[in-house]
């Protein structure tokens, strides 16, 4: 009886109560592999039944405008990543409404761990071709700074990764 | 006609783009007290998908202190016996609310066997602690983005122990009711 008690209740803390994911910040480059790994986000919000927080991190590079076409450019591309999300973002929702998108503008890490924290994400994916990142990911104590400052599990969406044998065989 | 349009199921094509298919969750496991919630993570995880865990723990020879002598292999040896009865034990603990689970022993480099395990067993996703020897080497650094892309084709999940971010006062708790974190 005691047994079987303690193992139902082992059974509820364990599967039952886990938090798992109700909120899921997917962080993108706007590359194509930024886009798969942004599909298998969508297609593990869904699974969860997760909110889904599209992240953009417009790097602010350390120069000088020296000019006022340094400076357009500068705004041009900026202008141009915000349009991209956009559709990026847009196309997603079409697929899973609840979703919202966040365009920042500074260091990938800080506003990538910042929006974690804001909306108390509970998974952040991350496609493994956002280099910056991953290079500071390398490092072993760089790399448990970003998670404990992150503070909850990432996900890291490999180049070669098959997310979706249907889409191989091309079965729904 | 465009709101008819709109009001459609979405296409096939849609449908499957954003499909995900779960079938093993491969967790990797140092049998530091932090195991067992990385596994019962992985095991929720698994659960909302109906997939198999395996449990992989990898001891490292390279990684005990050499010592000439026929003591040391015996050293070795008891270590390695018990870093499969602790799996073990382990397993058993897991299989008590998620039946469908097993492990896989393996020795040698631990990066390189639970890529190779990842290969071997098909596994479509692989969960690691963040403090576990193996994680820093499965992110994979830009240089090594596709020699490792080709050895590890399924996503790594890094658990660190806190289940939301901006809550990390919030530790989940280990069978015993006890709380621990693996962040040092």
């Known amino acids: ?172 | 006609m465009n709101t008819a349009l709109e009001a459609r199921p979405p296409s096939r094509e849609r449908r499957t783009k954003y499909h995900s298919k779960v079938q093993r969750v491969l967790v990797a496991v140092d049998l530091s007290g932090w195991s067992e919630a990385t596994v019962i993570y992985a095991a929720g995880i698994a659960d909302l998908f109906g997939a198999a865990v395996t449990l992989i723990h990898v001891f490292d020879p390279e990684g005990i202190t050499k010592v000439a002598g026929d003591r040391v292999y015996d050293s070795l040896d008891d270590a390695r016996q018990d870093a499969e009865k602790r799996l073990s034990g382990l397993v058993e603990e897991i299989r008590k609310f998620y039946p469908k689970c097993d492990m896989e022993f393996r020795i040698g480099e631990p990066a390189e066997q639970i890529k190779t395990a990842a290969l071997l067993l098909n596994a479509d996703l692989v969960v690691i602690a963040s403090h576990h020897p193996a994680s820093a080497l499965l992110f994979c650094a830009a240089d090594q983005a596709q020699e490792i892309s080709r050895k590890l084709n399924c996503p790594v999940l890094v658990y660190n122990g806190s289940g939301t971010a901006g809550d990390a006062a919030r530790k989940p708790q280990l069978m015993d009711g006890s709380v621990q974190s693996p962040v040092s």
């Open chain 1, 1 to 172: 009886m005691n047994n079987l008690l303690e193992t139902t209740l082992v059974a509820e803390r364990s599967i039952g109560h886990n938090p798992l994911v109700k909120r899921i910040v997917v962080a993108t480059d706007l590359s194509e592999h930024s886009r798969k790994a942004t599909e298998y986000a969508v297609a593990l919000a869904r699974r969860f039944g997760a909110s889904l927080t599209l992240v953009h991190v417009f790097e602010q590079e350390q120069i000088t405008f020296t000019t006022p076409q340094v400076g357009e450019a500068y705004e041009n591309a900026r202008h141009h990543a915000e349009l991209t999300f956009l559709g990026v973002f847009e196309e997603v929702r079409q697929n899973h409404p609840d979703c919202e998108m966040e365009f920042r503008v500074g260091d990938p890490v800080k506003q990538i761990a910042l929006m974690a924290s804001t909306f108390k994400a509970d998974l952040v994916v991350i496609g493994s071709h956002h280099l910056r990142f991953l290079a500071r990911m390398f490092e072993a104590d760089e790399a448990r700074r970003i998670l404990h400052t992150i503070g909850c599990p990432v996900l890291v969406y490999h180049e070669g990764t098959i997310c979706n044998a249907d889409i191989k065989t091309g079965k729904p």
